[in-house]
């Protein structure tokens, strides 16, 4: 079962009973349920009684002390100086409950009643801080102090006749523990702690960048060669191998509000340190891979969920050019410039030699491992990746309508696995038009007949890839 708690406050203003009602929403939205009068005190009930049940009943009572509020309760004026008999009451029977939380909002850090004198108060007075503040109350309700204590070192001076504590254990630096999935599930369900969610993501993605850069992915010194090629896709995979599930799960579940975070970082991927070498073009590609690795990662969580909103966040954030007076590219175009992904290049990876699309297909393989809830094996994994690719191409088209006339768009797996997928999103176009899942999600500028020209530019550009491998 949630805590309960309810909120005692004075009606100050229009304005203060809005923020009331903003707190009282965020605590509910954070897995508290929170009482409030304008909530559960229907018209008609008598308002006593119901202060009365909800101070004897709640597990929690956060008291907003406003100036006006202490006014009342000081002279036992009105609701609060109802409710402040009742506290004074209950403040008596136990004097070390915990249960009554001073919150301030506006007045100064000595202006609270009296009957809470000494207890310490959350403070709410900085907007810019009200996020911290709030988990602050919420560690409170939950009966946890405002941050957590380190963990006890081990101890330095060993009592007589103990084993001698080794010097690495004393002087080596202490291992910070793991981003998880679950962790991040939590950040998920509390929409006020956003701060937390962005370090969290922060975090997984400087870690990331850290092993490549340590594994020489951004040294350019030496052609690649099959065994280098391998080598670095290799060190590629390890190193997202904890941020893809983050990605994934962002992608799946963030709210409208929470996905920006996710777009940043996988944007972040494609900011790319200054080469060291000069076999530039060639390593290019393998730099970008943890780009194309993150976008799918999101995207495939986002679309396992009909989330396709959510995938339309990271493909289109903007992506700053190198050349100032340039505008932003989105990310998808930024990813793609001068097809990195061409394939051709990815056939040195192993037993890739005779693949149409090598790239994908080792992708795909990446992903079964370690996103096993999402992508699982057989051709539901297949489907649902093609499924993805295939946004992909489209968001591509159609954000670069001035210099893609042709409709050139990213190989992807679907067009020899499933080259019929693009004719299917045609005809469920046709018979939805403005409900067409892509398009309520915000693709094309919400236009039919822009999807309707991607669409096209899409199916034609299958067509002519096919027609140039031979297949038909």
Not at 272 to 292: H, I, K, S, V
Not at 443 to 452: D, I, K, L, P, R
Request: glycine letters at 8%; hydrophobic letters at 40%; charged letters at 25%.
């Amino acid at each position: 079962m949630p805590p309960t708690a309810f909120l005692s406050y004075s009606h100050d203003s229009a304005d203060h009973k809005a923020w009331v009602l903003r707190l009282a929403t965020d605590l509910r939205a954070s897995g508290v349920d929170a009482r409030l009068d304008r909530w559960h005190l229907r018209p008609g009930e008598e308002a006593g009684p119901f202060m009365s049940r909800a101070v004897a009943d709640s597990a929690k009572i956060v008291v907003v002390c406003s100036e006006t509020y202490v006014q009342k309760s000081e002279a036992r004026v009105g609701g609060a100086g109802y409710e402040s008999v009742m506290v004074t009451a209950e403040l008596v029977a136990d004097q070390g409950t915990s249960k009554f939380i001073p919150v301030l909002r506006s007045n100064e850090p000595g202006s609270i009643p009296s009957f809470l004198a000494g207890r310490i108060y959350v403070d709410f007075r900085v907007e810019e801080a009200y996020e911290e503040s709030l988990t602050v109350l919420l560690r409170a309700i939950h009966d946890l102090p405002a941050i957590d204590p380190p963990p006890v070192g081990q101890a330095i001076f060993a009592p007589p006749g103990a084993e001698p504590t080794p010097a690495a254990t004393i002087t080596g630096k202490a291992v910070e523990a793991s981003t998880s999935v679950e962790e991040l599930e939590v950040l998920l369900q509390a929409p006020h702690r956003r701060i937390q969610l962005s370090k969290l993501l922060w975090g997984a993605v400087e870690a990331a960048r850290a092993r490549l850069l340590e594994g020489g992915l951004y040294s350019y010194d030496t052609q690649p060669t099959t065994e280098s090629v391998a080598a670095k896709a290799e060190l590629v995979e390890s190193a997202m191998g904890d941020l893809a599930p983050l990605l994934s799960t962002m992608g799946a579940w963030a709210s409208r509000e929470q996905i920006p975070a996710a777009a940043q970082i996988v944007a972040h991927l494609l900011d790319l340190p200054e080469p060291t070498g000069a076999f530039y073009e060639a390593n290019q590609q393998l730099a970008r891979y943890p780009a194309l690795l993150a976008l799918y990662a999101a995207g495939l969580g986002g679309l396992s969920q009909d989330r396709p909103d959510n995938l339309r966040s990271v493909l289109l954030i903007g992506v700053p050019s190198l050349r100032r007076r340039e505008r932003d590219s989105p990310f998808v175009e930024a990813l793609h410039e001068g097809a990195p992904f061409a394939q051709e290049f990815w056939r040195r990876l192993p037993d890739m030699d005779r693949r149409y699309t090598p790239l994908s297909d080792r992708a795909l393989g990446f992903f079964i491992a370690t996103l096993p809830g999402i992508v699982s094996t057989g051709s539901k994994a297949e489907r649902l990746f093609d499924r993805l690719e295939c946004t992909v191409s489209l968001a591509y088209i159609d954000a670069t309508p001035g210099h893609n006339e042709r409709g050139w768009a990213p190989l992807g797996s679907y067009m020899w696995r499933d080259p019929g997928i693009v004719d299917r999103l045609q005809e469920d176009l046709a018979r939805l038009g403005a409900d067409w899942p892509l398009i309520r999600a915000g693709y094309f500028s919400g236009s039919v007949e822009q999807a309707t020209a991607a669409l096209d530019r899409l199916r034609k550009h299958v067509v002519m890839v096919r027609q140039q491998r031979g297949v038909f």
